[in-house]
């Protein structure tokens, strides 16, 4: 019973390049939820997914960055032109619901360092 | 909206000490509430949450938390500390009504250290 599961666990970009951050749910969960960790912060919530919907993309920032959820395969974070600021830890959290009274199950994460 | 503000971003304990990392929140609605631990190079992994039931909450690891609405307080206690709990904790709080509530708001974290 695999939990949520993402790829890679460590990623490393120079400026200018793309990066691709991958999220499979956990089985039977449909929503997905992406969060950022810059350092010395707390999680930061990015947006909401359901399969092939966005549903709240209020803390993403306005460019560079896109989310889709495709009815197959895993969720995508992508980000293009990355830049030093970009450099974080990237959650990916899911539920089978989307109000989900009892906490998300979060993914190990995605550490993207931009050289 | 809500917001979370965690007290002392490092606390420091003997083992066997007991722990307490200390979270008040602010909520327009009767809120949920979480904490999470999170060791070095992991993901966040729940401890407890308190969703309006039992004001006083058990968790996983020997750890627990007690709701106070007078105090919009949600503190996190461990009577004796151990060498394993040292991570960095999170709490987290949801709106249980209303648009966006299945948004989590975190606090910036509390690092625990262990000292033997």
């Known amino acids: 019973n695999a939990g949520v599961m993402q790829n890679p666990r460590h990623l490393v970009r120079r400026r200018g390049q793309e990066a691709r951050l991958r999220c499979s749910p956990m089985k039977g969960h449909s929503h997905v939820y992406w969060y950022r960790q810059l350092p010395e912060e707390g999680l930061k919530f990015m947006v909401y997914?359901?399969?092939?919907?966005?549903?709240?993309e209020s803390g993403m920032p306005k460019e560079r960055f896109s989310a889709e959820f495709p009815k197959e395969g895993p969720s995508i974070l992508r980000i293009q032109q990355v830049v030093r600021g970009d450099s974080a830890a990237y959650f990916c959290?899911?539920?089978?619901?989307?109000?989900?009274?009892?906490?998300?199950?979060f993914g190990s994460g995605t550490r993207l360092t931009v050289v | 909206a809500q917001s979370v503000t965690q007290l002392g971003s490092h606390v420091s304990v003997s083992e066997g000490a007991l722990v307490l990392l200390r979270c008040n929140y602010s909520s327009s609605v009767p809120p949920y509430l979480f904490w999470y631990v999170q060791y070095p190079n992991q993901g966040l992994q729940l401890l407890l949450k308190y969703t309006s039931a039992a004001t006083l909450v058990k968790g996983i690891n020997g750890f627990e938390a007690e709701f106070k609405k007078s105090e919009t307080s949600f503190h996190l206690t461990k009577p004796s500390a151990h060498m394993s709990d040292a991570a960095e904790y999170f709490c987290?709080?949801?709106?249980?009504?209303?648009?966006?509530?299945?948004?989590?708001?975190f606090g910036k974290g509390t690092l625990l250290t262990v000292n033997p």
């Open positions: 959290a899911s539920s089978p619901g989307g109000d989900t009274n009892y906490g998300y199950t």
């Open positions: 987290a709080v949801k709106g249980n009504s209303g648009g966006s509530n299945y948004k989590l708001t």
């Open positions: 997914l359901q399969k092939e919907n966005i549903i709240d």
